[in-house]
């Protein structure tokens, strides 16, 4: 049995043929030029049909992970701040267009389930995913099951506040959010927080709003001055909101994703001390790691959800 797992992105969507395996076996990725609704739906339509017309087997239902916040019971997006979308109805629209059970939920949560069925939280019970992009979206598994909460809103673990006197302010409104902080955008303000200090580095030469996540962490692993000083307040912050999500949830396993993550042992290695000399309440025992699916978890959790008709319930 196959099913079509969506990935719909700020800038594009990404739609799948995934097996029951937890394979991709075919996608189709369109730009999404226009994200006004009544284009988007448009060209997130033409991306399903992409995959479903080349489908050799029959399709049985869509998955589709949203950015925003999501009514699970109708599919509707209620509010996507991404899109500027108010109350569309995303599930419906798919639905008729389609002719078979469409499934709508945040794009984190579906991530989050993709990597526990499929990648490094597979066979843990009670799990984390985190993703250190542009913000830190993720989610929770307790249990086996996925956290959903009160109307489906569980697992913003990026806006708990852990510098609330002295952070970043968040684009939320709050000051100290670990998004603010430990995001691969909160690992930038660091650097350019404390470039004055660093008179000569090479960081910030010439155009300091090109700097990226990556150039930093990649001078601090070769001993560069700045970008260790700057990776090293960065890790105290993601350290101090890990050791808080364990407190929380006390998981088998937190797995780290998105750009940051992508520094593998040099990232790993630092936090895990950090974490371990945080976590004073709460037995440590929990893994922390690199998710394994990357950019991937999202459709397949996505084509996840339409195959155990979980999260969302069908808009038939």
Known sequence: MKTIGVDLGGSHVLATIVDDDGRIVDRAEHEIADRTFAVAI??????IEDVRRRAKDAVTAIGLGSPGSVDLSTGTVKYSPNFGWHDVPLGTRLCERFDMPVFIANDAQC??????????GRGTANFVL????????????AGGSLLVGNNAAAGEIGHHQIRATDGFDC????????EAQASATGLIRHALAIAHSF??????????????????????EAGDPHGRAAWNRYVDDLARGLANVIAFVNPEMIALGGGVAAAGDFLLSAVRVKVDELTTVTPLGTRIVAASLGNDAGPIGAATMARRRGLTAATT
């Not at 448009?42 to 991306?47: Q, S, V």
């Not at 985190?130 to 598994?141: D, P, R, S, W, Y």
């Not at 684009?171 to 670990?178: D, H, L, M």
């Not at 008179?199 to 030469?205: G, H, N, Q, Y």
């Open 42 to 47: 448009e060209t997130i339509g033409t991306a």
């Open 111 to 120: 991530a989050t389930l993709g990597e526990h069925a499929y990648g490094m």
């Open 130 to 141: 985190l993703t250190l992009g542009t913000g830190i979206g993720g989610g929770i598994v």
């Open 171 to 178: 684009n939320c409104g709050k000051v100290g959010c670990f």
């Open 199 to 220: 008179p000569r580095s090479t960081l910030v030469r010439g155009k300091p709003e090109k700097l990226g996540s990556k150039a930093i962490s990649t001078a601090a």
